[in-house]
């Protein structure tokens, strides 16, 4: 193979095999590229060029990396600098493979070259490589938990990171305490061909996994593996160094760089949990009509599963009894529609020795295999069986009770709503809907495509099985044993041949476009990881159908798209164009034990995904022991807000503290995140922590406070456990809510302005912030002026309990006529709270201005106006003196038209000012508009 400047120009290697087709031709292309690129920065460095990708915050951290004779360090310090820091935060543990493949002053991408650790180290489609020291004292970890979805885990420098984790946040505090805490962001790559996940060695080290999912297609050089930044602002260091990543792979984009559906700052509904795959067009319609009814109009609406043309293959079709699930309710099923296996087994026979054996299986299930490690003897044993003695009994089940077996026939409807685009007007034109998404599986349906059916049949469809050569053990059993004994395994997937990937795409869209469908959920993406054997390996199929369902879906639907089960690096790192991506595993109405992880995963995993694409914290029930813990959490999330309630089931109430009546909603403006305080907290396990969320919106920012102690996902269980079963429950847990929770805030508690686009919208000269801050608690209606970032609020949560705080900073304006201020005897201050009948009525406020001298007249002292889309109660915070006149208008008129209101002046009993409460005119409807207004105070 050709070297420059030891560049392996061709790095990937097929061992014993020629280049035999285009694909491999293209990726041997891509290789170059790369290498080519990399030359350019090594000629660049060579030439003494500044290589450094532009910083955009002042709170990065320089870092340079020491080669040694084996291995080398990495220090925070100046580049160059001849004089390093006496401890480095990481070293390599001596590993001469790896090495810093592009660096500069913030940024290090190390890559793996097998060349240098011997022969063991050859041609292999999967490595395993100790590194050293993460020198952190925490760290907080976005892992796998199944092949589709992370869950987080938070640890000590004592603790093991969990196996496949996909991001790693570690903190480094100050040796006094007193001064600046860094942090560190390790990311493990997906590269042309490989993908890297950390690990722990046995001595609590780090260990990085390269596999390609391909047995045949190893690597002596991969470019990519990992990468590592440091910074004092955990936020700013995610989304300067995903943006870092996104520049040189060049295989996704940052959300800050997509097109935003509308759908996210409107209030729909979900058919999934109402219906499963038992949707039907009346039920639908009877839903919508419901939420229209009641104020609270859906104004897009997800088709989910049961809209496609899929079947079991003929030989499930032909020998399985009907759908055993027919006659069960909804409320009756598992996650995902299924019907249990015990129940199943009820039903199948009449014959008790039958049910009996499927409960004695079940119960061995649950109790051992579920529990057990891949290599366990209960995993061992459950194998043999389920590839035997019980595999037409299993397969069985999954044809008759759930829709795990079935493959797509045709890109058309059903005949439950053919023909789709008649029904689909009929919707837009009686319910005032504006959008309708259709879902699908990015293979078609959960088992793929039918190769048989003649529609399918111009794509080229195979069945193809999941890592099929060579005993390819992958990564991914280590955190899911039962992929090895599941649908896919058992009969296979069938997917369209990658070079028809585009047509089969653009024939199902084309035709969903036709029909007047708006938008796509793509789910079950993380399938085509499995299946890269002879085609790419698993990085480069995902990519090649990821890039092709993108392609079209810009083209027919304006990239208006929801991904979905799609986890594994090798999907995030392909979207592109994707804007939306679903956050966490399911809601499960039905399953008590997942709320509070639900929750916890959606904070967590939005440091992640939050730079990709506007995180979806999934659909929820308004009706449900969990409401308004899952209601606080879409509200302060920065998601879409949508429900899946069944028809008549609805909490209509609830949903107006979301929904206006327009069907719009106030979603925060950043991606939800947990506060620096419960970045590194277990606030599932401690006993102790609240899990507090931060956003913000134009003015007014927000904190959601969470008792998510309980149940969590055990990792070495593969289950969900009950933490506190011993203490009979989980306790009560108290926090403290401060200004400096909202990140947009911290500069001004320590005496600055707000920077960049998070800087609320005050404008107009002798304006400024007074350092103080109103804390409003939205569910008990507590205010509580804030003046030093050591005080709060303090928030008492009984489990499952949630609360929302709005955090106004407090303003001041000067006069031109200073003696009627001091013949008064009051500043003008004031901090406008927002709508305090919803969960984030700060969100009403979208812009503060002081008004024009010319509006105010002889007796005025100075005027505030504030651009505000609310109705009904709206509250604003004053200083000792309250405004003479409260006036309203709606914006855009002329500056005459405006309407004195009658406000309430309560006084606060712990600070000088108080609280004016204005009643907003009822405006909106599922046909118009809530009408902006501009909200004028006057003193």
């Avoid at 991001?167 to 505090?173: K, S």
């Avoid at 260091?237 to 996104?246: A, D, F, I, P, T």
């Avoid at 789709?420 to 259709?438: A, G, I, M, P, Q």
């Avoid at 912030?769 to 569910?779: H, N």
């Amino acid at each position: 193979m050709p070297k420059v400047l030891g560049i392996d120009l061709f790095s990937l290697s097929l061992p014993d095999q020629p280049l035999s087709n285009l694909d491999e031709l293209a990726a041997r292309i891509q290789n170059l590229q790369r290498s080519l690129r990399i030359l350019t920065l090594h000629i660049g460095k060579s030439k003494g060029f500044e290589m450094d990708i532009p910083i955009e915050d002042n709170t990065a951290i320089p870092i340079q990396f020491h080669s040694l004779q084996q291995g080398g360090e990495v220090f925070m310090g100046p580049t160059g600098s001849k004089d390093a820091p006496d401890k480095p935060f990481f070293d390599l543990g001596g590993n001469t493979m790896i090495y810093p493949e592009v660096s500069d002053s913030h940024n290090i991408i190390f890559g793996v070259d097998t060349s240098k650790g011997g022969s063991k180290y050859q041609d292999k489609s999967q490595l395993a490589l100790d590194l050293g020291e993460l020198r952190v004292e925490k760290w907080m970890a976005c892992a796998r938990q199944k092949l589709w979805w992370m869950t987080p885990s938070v640890g000590t420098k004592h603790d093991k990171i969990p196996a496949e984790t996909q991001f790693l946040l570690g903190e480094i505090p100050s040796e006094d305490g007193n001064g600046e805490t860094r942090y560190v962001l390790m990311l493990p790559l997906v590269d042309q061909t490989f993908r890297t996940a950390l690990y722990s060695s046995s001595n609590r080290k780090i260990q990085i996994r390269l596999e390609s999912g391909d047995p045949m297609l190893t690597a002596k050089r991969v470019p990519a593996a990992f990468y590592v930044a440091a910074g004092s602002d955990p936020y700013a260091l995610v989304e300067r160094g995903m943006k870092y990543v996104s520049d040189y792979l060049g295989t996704f984009q940052c959300r800050q760089d997509k097109k935003i559906p509308k759908i996210a700052d409107m209030f729909g509904w979900c058919t999934w949990d109402a219906f499963y795959s038992k949707v039907n067009r009346r039920g639908i319609s009877k839903g919508l009509e419901v939420f229209s009814r009641n104020h609270t109009p859906a104004k897009y609406l997800i088709l989910d599963d049961g809209w496609q043309e899929a079947a079991n293959d003929d030989k499930w079709r032909t020998g399985a009894e009907e759908d055993v699930r027919d006659d069960v309710d909804v409320a009756d099923m598992e996650g995902g529609g299924a019907l249990g296996a015990e129940n199943w087994g009820e039903k199948k026979s009449e014959r008790s020795i039958f049910a009996l054996l499927v409960k004695l299986l079940t119960w061995l299930y649950e109790n051992k295999v579920e529990r057990s490690k891949f290599g366990s003897w209960s995993v061992r044993l459950w194998r043999w069986l389920a590839s035997g003695l019980m595999r037409e009994s299993i397969l069985n089940y999954f044809a008759e009770a759930t829709d795990w077996m079935k493959r797509l026939v045709d890109v058309k409807a059903n005949r439950k709503f053919d023909p789709l685009h008649d029904f689909v007007s009929e919707l837009k034109e009686k319910n005032s809907l504006e959008y309708v998404y259709c879902w699908h599986a990015l293979l078609g349906y959960w088992l793929g495509v039918d190769p048989s059916s003649s529609e399918m049949s111009e794509f080229e469809a195979s069945i193809l099985f999941p890592y099929s050569r060579g005993g390819y053990r992958p990564n991914i059993l280590s955190v899911e044993p039962s992929l090895a004994w599941s649908p896919p395994t058992f009969v296979g997937v069938g997917m369209v041949n990658r070079h028809q990937a585009t047509k089969f795409y653009r024939k199902l869209h084309s035709y969903l476009r036709s029909c007047g469908i708006d938008g796509v959920k793509v789910d079950v993406q993380a399938a085509a990881t499995t299946l890269g054997t002879g085609l790419g390996g698993g990085a480069g199929i995902t990519r090649k159908m990821v890039s092709a369902m993108e392609k079209v879906a810009s083209e027919q639907l304006d990239s208006n798209v929801i991904g979905c089960m799609a986890h594994p690096t090798e999907n995030l790192f392909s979207f592109s164009l994707t804007p939306i991506i679903r956050a966490s595993d399911d809601f499960y109405p039905n399953n008590p034990k997942t709320h509070q992880q639900h929750i916890t995963t959606n904070a967590f995993n939005s440091m992640f995904l939050g730079s990709i694409a506007v995180p979806d914290w999934d659909c929820f029930h308004t009706r449900h022991e969990f409401a308004d813990l899952h209601a606080t959490a879409r509200a302060v999330g920065g998601c879409p807000v949508y429900v899946s309630d069944k028809v008549d089931e609805v909490n209509h109430e609830l949903l107006r503290r979301l929904v206006l009546p327009d069907g719009s909603v106030y979603r925060a403006l950043f991606p939800g995140r947990p506060t620096r305080d419960s970045l590194f907290n277990d606030t599932i396990r401690d006993g102790f922590s609240a899990l507090k969320v931060w956003n913000m919106n134009p003015v007014v920012g927000v904190i959601g406070a969470f008792n998510v102690q309980g149940w969590g996902w055990d990792r070495e269980r593969y289950e969900y456990r009950d933490n506190f079963a011993k203490e009979g429950g989980p306790p009560n847990v108290t926090t403290r809510l401060r200004p400096s929770d909202v990140e947009g805030f911290r500069e001004i508690v320590a005496g600055a302005r707000a920077r960049g686009e998070i800087e609320p919208g005050l404008e107009g000269q002798g304006t400024g912030y007074t350092g103080e801050f109103v804390l409003f608690s939205q569910k008990e209606g507590k205010y509580k002026v804030v003046a030093d970032d050591a005080d709060g609020l303090d928030i008492s949560l009984r489990p499952n309990d949630a609360s929302v705080v709005f955090v106004a900073p407090v303003m001041q304006m000067e006069s031109h006529r200073n003696d009627l201020a001091a013949e008064e005897g009051a500043k003008v201050t004031f901090a406008p709270i927002g709508a305090t009948d919803m969960y984030n009525g700060g969100g009403a406020v979208q812009k503060v201005e002081r008004m024009e001298d010319e509006r105010l007249d002889a007796n005025s002292v100075a005027g505030v106006a504030m651009e505000v889309t609310a109705v009904g109660n709206f509250a604003v915070y004053v200083g000792e003196a309250a405004p003479r006149v409260v006036r309203v208008r709606k914006s855009g008129e002329d500056l005459d038209h405006y309407e004195t209101f009658d406000f309430a002046f309560k006084k606060l009993n712990d600070a000088k000012g108080g609280i004016v409460e204005i009643s907003l005119p009822e405006t909106g409807s599922e046909n118009e508009k809530v009408t902006p207004l501009r909200l004028e105070l006057v003193w």
